[in-house]
């Protein structure tokens, strides 16, 4: 799945099969509040028993020849403590290529934050050991969200620091950045703690055209319509949903592509205001 906005490419990279579950696992709502909102969320994003319908999914940004990993998954090998995210055996990297990016011609990494399922492949296992599988990339990490990791004793964190993170550091790859750092003139991180305290966006802006990769400021797009609906892995809810309502204000003022990192079916929604909300008006099917 592709698109364009201005001279920008954006791929989509598809780890795992689309997950289907109760509302209630990831976010909170319940399904009802899916159900009332079958005419737009069905059959692309939820079911008809009210099931949310989630993907776990990297992107790849290029810009003038330059590609930026944005989000690399859950990753293989890793021991988590949700069993449907540990010790995965996917073929990511093979997707990777086959989409026109071998690992070895990723330029930059960008994690929007080190939650599990998004700085996965960061590293790969290789005789035992963790190495970084994108060998020629410069790694940005918001200093942030790091000294937030690093002093997170809570469940999968020092796990994620020690064998998603530490080995990049210590091959020497690491760079810390600041939320609103320029990655090249046409990708840009934003600020958007909520979720956790150095959580970015990605912001790509080309040609008059923008889109925004959301990491999770929002997880469902039941949260376009209902931004007060927080998510089950949040670290300051009040935070997250003012930082969610800027992001759907910004998108939605300025014409932007909203592409959902676990957004399922078309992953890219245009939005236009309704009431205090929004609603995700027109679906991009990609190409
Ligand atoms: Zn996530």
């Known amino acids: 799945m592709r698109w364009s906005i201005g001279a920008v490419k954006i791929t989509r990279v598809l780890e795992m099969p689309p997950v289907s579950a109760d509302p209630a696992r990831f976010i909170q709502a319940g399904r009802q509040e899916i159900l009332d909102r079958r005419d737009w969320l069905c059959p692309h994003f939820a079911d008809e028993d009210g099931n949310i319908t989630l993907h776990f999914q990297a992107f790849v940004v290029e810009s003038g020849g330059v590609r930026i990993m944005v989000d690399p998954c859950i990753g293989n090998d890793k021991q988590r403590s949700v069993a449907s995210l540990s010790m995965l055996d996917g073929p990511f990297l093979e997707r990777l290529a086959a989409a026109g990016y071998p690992r070895e011609n990723i330029d930059y990494v960008l994690c929007t934050h080190l939650h599990a399922d998004h700085c996965g492949w960061n590293t790969m296992l290789v005789d035992g050991r963790w190495v970084p599988t994108f060998p020629n990339a410069q790694y940005l990490f918001a200093k942030a969200e790091y000294e937030y990791?690093?002093?997170?004793?809570?469940?999968?964190?020092?796990?994620?620091?020690?064998?998603?993170?530490?080995?990049?550091?210590?091959?020497?790859?690491?760079?810390?950045?600041?939320?609103?750092?320029?990655?090249?003139?046409?990708?840009?991180?934003?600020?958007?703690?909520?979720?956790?305290?150095?959580?970015?966006?990605?912001?790509?802006?080309?040609?008059?055209?923008?889109?925004?990769?959301?990491?999770d400021a929002l997880h469902h797009p039941v949260q376009v319509a209902l931004p007060q609906i927080a998510d089950n892995f949040c670290w300051?809810?009040?935070?997250?949903?003012?930082?969610?309502?800027?992001?759907?204000?910004?998108?939605?003022?300025?014409?932007?592509?909203?592409l959902g990192s676990h957004f399922s079916g078309p992953v890219g929604v245009f939005l236009t205001p309704d009431g205090d909300a929004w609603k995700a008006e027109s679906l991009t099917a990609g190409r």
């Open 236 to 258: 300051d809810k009040e935070l997250a949903e003012a930082t969610r309502r800027r992001l759907l204000k910004w998108v939605s003022d300025r014409g932007a592509l909203l």
């Open 149 to 215: 990791l690093r002093g997170d004793e809570r469940g999968d964190a020092p796990a994620i620091l020690a064998d998603s993170v530490k080995p990049v550091i210590d091959a020497g790859l690491a760079t810390f950045v600041e939320p609103d750092h320029v990655i090249v003139e046409e990708v840009r991180l934003e600020p958007a703690p909520g979720h956790t305290p150095g959580h970015c966006f990605l912001v790509i802006a080309s040609e008059g055209q923008e889109a925004v990769i959301t990491g």
